[in-house]
Each structure stands twice: as C-alpha cells, then as structure tokens.
C-alpha cells in the first residue's frame, strides 16, 4: 500500500512540516504547506521552523503552532535536540514532512517518534524516513511537488500573509508616504557574493525616484551599514533591522521589490507583488518565476558557481555582481510593472 492509500484509509489528525534550513528555503516551503494542508483538512498543521524562518512561518495561510528549533544557539548539541523532540512529541504528530534534506532534521521527527515521517530518497537522512520520495526535479518547488504527490496532494502555490499586528507596524513606519508609490529594496544576503555592490544599488534608487517611487530599504541588523551607504543617494526611508514580520507587510504594501538571491525577495514573490531578482554566483533556474517575477543576470561562463553564495569569489573578480549595471536592473523593474 502507498503512503498515499495508507493516509488517505487513515487521515492524520496532526502534520509537522520540518524546515529548518535558511529563511528562503521556509518561504518555499510555504507552498508545500499549502498543499499539505489542502490534503488533510481540517487536521491540524504545525510547522517546526529555524529562528530566521519564524515569522516567515506564522504567516503561512492555516499555520497552527510553530516551533522553533535553534539549532546554532540555545538548542544546539544533542541535549538540545532531544529537548526539543521532546516539546514535539507533545504535539502527539502522526505525520511528519521533511523537505530539509538534514540529518539533524530526521533524527527531530525520529526522536519525536512521530510514526510517519516522509522526506527525499537518497541521502544519509533517509535511513530515518518510512518513506522515501525519489526526485530528479532542479527547481525547488517541483522537488517538493513531489513530496506533496506522494501524500496524494496536488502542488501548492507560494502564499505568506502578513499578520495584523505587523500591518500595524509597517503603517506606523510608512506613515510619512503613505500615499506614495513604494518600491522595496532588499539589500544584503547571508552569503558575501550574492550582494549587489551598493554603487549600483545607489543608482537604482536614483531611477526609481526620478520615476515617482519612494525607495524602502529592507534588511537585518547587519545591513545597517548598507543602508546609510545608499541612502545617501536620496529620499530613501530606511527600514533595516527591523523584525521580518514587519518587512513582510512593508513588502505587501509597495508596488514592486528588487534585491539579490534572497529570503526577502523570494518572500515578496510569495506576497504576490512583481519583483526583481538579481544573481550572480547562485542558479537562477531553480526557482520557477511568474510573468510578473524577472531574474536578471549577466550570464558569465564562471556563474553560477555555487548553490547557496560563498564569502569570497573563487576567481577573486566577482565580476557577476560588480559588472551588472542598474539599468539593466531598472529595465527589468519596468517589465514587471507593465
């Protein structure tokens, strides 16, 4: 019998989803909840998310509890990871899904002795899965659909919804342009290289204002910095370090985003506002972009030259980023927005 009959004759009344890995890769993860969540209904589906990732997970359409497993910090090593298992086991799961392809998560869910635990075949992982879905599919979403496929359930879309209490915030921290057309900017990236030097970012902001647009600048504590770089530029309103429940209905209420291969940009894809991606060193084609989403890239023989981003450029040049002018950025803002 295939997971899919054995769930559909027995429905579970409890589902974990386990992604643990980067904010980008829980804004992903929000289609696969959808789908999740569609298929079990009316069961209740919790999330069990990194620290970065919270906010990015109470704002999945259904969310029911989310937990939040500090691996690096507070519950790092193994006491940690037991403690938190424990806290999971509470939960009494019957089924757990794993799209982070991590030990560390399997062994969560297996600790937590939830009986069904479904992830992808062919890593060291899977030992701990009772079953193993094989992929062949690149792109994030589609390798996913297919762990969606084998619960019975069709893809999901991505979809974030910001929370009121975040909506409230942004007003507050937009209330001088409130009747200004917005275009959010987010700066930095977890990874060196992926971040779009600030000269070029600086004369983005410069077209987009000439154009009518208040530029928002968005990132974390460390893109402080960055920040007051471009926003010498001019009439920026700078939204740094705030928390990311807040840059998420910040980004629900601009008119476009722009910025590198990042949490942010892939949230406000999520959001459903037009955006603009810029790449350098990571594979614009594992994303799937809709008609109103461009990726924009110079296309170098040397890049993409890793999955996530890299501290330093292995040629040392990093001409992927610091040759990528902003016109072409600005030209596909214009795309989206037609």
């Not at 799209?99 to 969560?108: C, G, N, V």
């Amino acid at each position: 019998m295939t997971l899919a009959a054995k769930l559909a004759a027995h429905p579970p009344a409890r589902v974990l989803v386990i992604q643990t890995a980067y904010l980008g890769d829980t804004v992903f993860s929000s289609a696969l909840f959808s789908a999740v969540a569609r298929r079990f209904f009316p069961a209740v589906i919790d999330a069990c998310v990194a620290p970065r990732g919270l906010d990015v997970a109470l704002a999945f359409p259904g969310i029911g509890h989310v937990h939040v497993y500090d691996k690096r910090g507070r519950d790092r090593g193994l006491r940690g990871l037991r403690r938190v298992a424990a806290r999971l086991a509470t939960r009494q799961y019957q089924l757990a899904v794993l799209p982070h392809r991590s030990m560390r998560t399997a062994l969560l869910a297996w600790l937590a002795r939830i009986p069904e635990r479904i992830g992808f075949a062919g890593t060291p992982a899977s030992l701990l899965y009772t079953a193993r879905v094989p992929t062949r599919e690149k792109a994030f979403l589609r390798r996913e659909a297919d762990l969606a496929a084998a619960l019975g359930a069709p893809p999901g879309a991505m979809q974030l919804v910001p929370r009121a209490e975040w909506l409230s915030a942004a007003r507050s921290a937009l209330r001088e342009s409130r009747e200004e057309k917005l275009a959010a900017i987010c700066l930095g990236s977890e990874w060196a290289t992926k971040i779009w030097p600030a000269r070029h970012v600086a004369d983005l902001v410069r077209r987009l204002a000439s154009n009518g647009f208040r530029p928002v600048l968005l990132g974390g504590p460390r893109e402080r910095a960055l920040a007051q770089e471009v926003g010498a530029a001019g009439g920026c309103i700078d939204t740094t370090g705030n928390s990311v429940g807040e840059a998420l209905a910040i980004l629900s209420m601009c008119a476009f985003a722009v910025g590198g291969d990042t949490g942010l940009v892939h949230a406000a894809r999520a959001l459903g506002i037009p955006t603009v991606a810029v790449f350098g060193p990571t594979p614009s084609d594992v994303h799937l972009f809709g008609p109103r989403e461009r990726a924009v890239s110079l296309g170098l023989s040397c890049s993409p030259c890793t999955v996530h981003g890299s501290q330093r450029c292995p040629l040392g040049h990093h001409r992927c980023l610091d040759d990528l002018d902003a016109e072409r950025v600005a030209s596909a803002c214009r795309e989206v927005l037609a």
